[in-house]
């Protein structure tokens, strides 16, 4: 099939790479402007800019596309379908008509619950047990549209963002390729009107623990943040990131180290922090983290 792909982020490209491995013609890409980043604040493509220019496609990058010159620019390409997946423009009526077959979204989440912007760090903050891919066939409404292919997976009970994140990639790169190759017989199933939920985008607002939390609120929360923009708190004034956790046994004083583990009381029981960053420098396991900056059992971590 002549494909246009709209993809932006690392979580695009292993769909990219399944519709060329595919043996589809992907006529286009398209994603977002180059943007300053590093220390140089140079320019840098984004991910898919990147793997596209590497396989020698053609990369539209337009910053709208509401105007008539671009949409005919897209129209003139005459796709049989476009592959979006977190491509982070909202498309106009004309773009979405413009194919053949329409445009199909990627969405990383089992749809209704969690339409938006964050569905993968919302699952995991939420303590759903499972998410999921759907192939949702795109209308004008923020991912209202009819779902071609749904895949269930559950949610580890230690996972965290970025892990659910790479499965889900590959997942959803699977089943497009499954969706296209069975395109014809694939009946669109509307969403339901119950059980629909918002994944609002994460602001870092968010991220700072509360210790007096329940020890299940708080261990999604570090969870459902890793990476970014990552949970944190702060030890002697020194704020430390929190990027991996599990529930543990104990109990004492929020934010109080119970153990030689770095095991914290929380408002109900406690969580195990397993891998943790200070500013500036690289992400650590627990005990080499401790072994460069010890925390001694009885310190406090703070919620204020």
Not at 94 to 103: E, K, Q, R
Request: proline share 8%; net charge negative.
């Amino acid at each position: 099939m002549r494909i246009i792909f709209m993809g932006t982020p690392d979580f695009s490209v292993p769909v990219l790479d399944a519709l060329v491995e595919a043996g589809h013609e992907v006529v286009a890409v398209y994603c977002q402007p180059p943007r300053p980043a590093g220390r140089g604040k140079k320019d840098r493509p984004t991910p898919v800019h990147a793997r596209a220019e590497a396989l020698g496609l053609e990369v539209r990058h337009p910053t709208s596309l509401k105007s008539q010159d671009e949409q005919a620019r897209f129209a003139a390409l005459n796709a049989d379908i476009a592959v979006v997946v977190a491509y982070g423009l909202i498309l106009p009526q004309p773009i979405l008509d413009a194919p053949t077959h329409g445009c199909l979204n990627i969405h990383a989440s089992l749809l209704p619950r969690w339409r938006g912007a964050a569905p993968i760090h919302r699952a995991i903050m939420a303590g759903d047990a499972q998410t999921g891919i759907c192939i949702m066939q795109m209308e004008a409404g923020l991912d209202t549209g009819p779902v071609l292919l749904r895949e269930v997976t559950d949610i580890g009970i230690e996972e965290t963002t970025v892990q659910l994140h790479d499965r889900l990639s590959d997942m959803g790169a699977a089943l497009i390729v499954e969706a296209l190759a069975n395109l014809p017989n694939l009946t669109p199933d509307p969403q339901p009107q119950d059980g629909v939920t918002y994944a609002a985008k994460i602001d870092k607002s968010e991220a700072r623990i509360d210790w007096s939390a329940p020890a299940s609120e708080v261990d999604r929360k570090i969870r459902g943040l890793s990476p970014f923009p990552g949970a944190w708190t702060e030890v002697g004034g020194d704020r430390i990131k929190l990027l991996a956790s599990r529930l543990a046994k104990g109990q004492g004083v929020p934010g109080e180290v119970l153990d030689e583990h770095l095991s914290v009381a929380c408002g109900e029981g406690a969580v195990e922090l397993l891998r943790l960053q200070r500013a500036g420098k690289g992400a650590q396991d627990t005990e080499t983290f401790l072994r460069g900056w010890p925390i001694p059992v009885g310190t406090r971590l703070s919620s204020e």
